[in-house]
């Protein structure tokens, strides 16, 4: 059993709704995704103010190549821009930054900031901060599994031992603790591929804001709720 009167240890987000919040302003689906990156800095000001010490944010799907060229390299280029512009506050304010989701296929200039801003802010610890970035959770798991067959056919893994923590131990999240709560903005009711394996015990919030509109406020009403809830894990309460 979990005592989560505390409040949730880590939050996972998924940042949706950028593109009808501008739209319902006649603007182009960019600028949503602007106004949404100024959220992003709010929110993981606000962590500590919540005993929330890690987040993790859903900023790129393995499935969002399938948008318009130009939508994908606004978006690319957003992601630069972010870490450049934020790298200064985020090690100053002691965040440690990790990136999960694969790599391979992101232009190069943007996997070198990636890997710059995870080595600048390594020794902070007061949140930890991870953006998911051309990540599926199917795609991690085909991933970790691949990795794993990897290390059975050159000797260094037993088969026999393999079991839900061996795979967990391949999977791109394998420094975090699971998910306590997971969000989702914007009004639908889905996961779409993010963290399946992780969240397989997380409490859900779906709430009808459009994540550009969801201030600290209203990640502060999402904590509260969770603190209320009823974590049973299977288990009958005593
Ligand atoms: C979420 O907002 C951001 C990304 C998926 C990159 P959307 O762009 O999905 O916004 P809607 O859902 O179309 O409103
Ligand atoms: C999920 O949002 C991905 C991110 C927030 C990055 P989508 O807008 O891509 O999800 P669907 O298409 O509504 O399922
Ligand atoms: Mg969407």
């Known amino acids: ?73 606004g978006l690319m280029s957003l992601f630069r821009t972010y870490i450049r512009a934020e790298m200064k506050a985020l090690i100053r304010e002691g965040v440690r930054v990790r990136f999960i989701g694969d790599r391979v296929r992101l232009d190069r200039k943007l996997a070198a900031l990636m890997d710059e801003l995870e080595a600048e802010t390594v020794h902070n610890e007061t949140t930890h901060l991870t953006i998911a970035l051309n990540y599926g959770g199917r795609d991690e798991v085909a991933r970790a599994v691949k990795e794993m067959a990897l290390d059975v056919a050159a000797g260094n893994l037993d088969p026999d031992t393999v079991d839900e923590t061996t795979l967990t131990r391949y999977l791109d999240t394998r420094l975090l603790p699971d998910p306590d709560l997971v969000i989702r903005t914007s009004g639908e009711a889905r996961i779409s591929n993010f963290l399946l394996w992780q969240s397989a015990y997380s409490e859900y919030e779906f709430i009808d804001t459009l994540w550009p509109d969801f201030t600290s406020d209203v990640f502060a009403s999402c904590i509260e709720r969770y603190a209320v809830r009823d974590r049973r894990f299977g288990a009958v309460k005593a």
Request: charged share 25%.
């Open 1 to 73: 059993m979990v005592d989560n009167t505390q409040g949730p240890k880590h939050v996972a987000i998924i940042m949706d709704g950028n593109g009808r919040w501008a739209q319902a302003q006649g603007k182009p689906r960019l600028f949503g995704h602007h106004a949404g990156a100024k959220r992003v800095k709010e929110i993981v000001r606000a962590c500590p103010d919540h005993g929330v010490k890690y987040l993790t944010i859903f900023g790129f799907s393995t499935e969002n190549w399938k948008r318009t060229q130009s939508e994908v390299a």
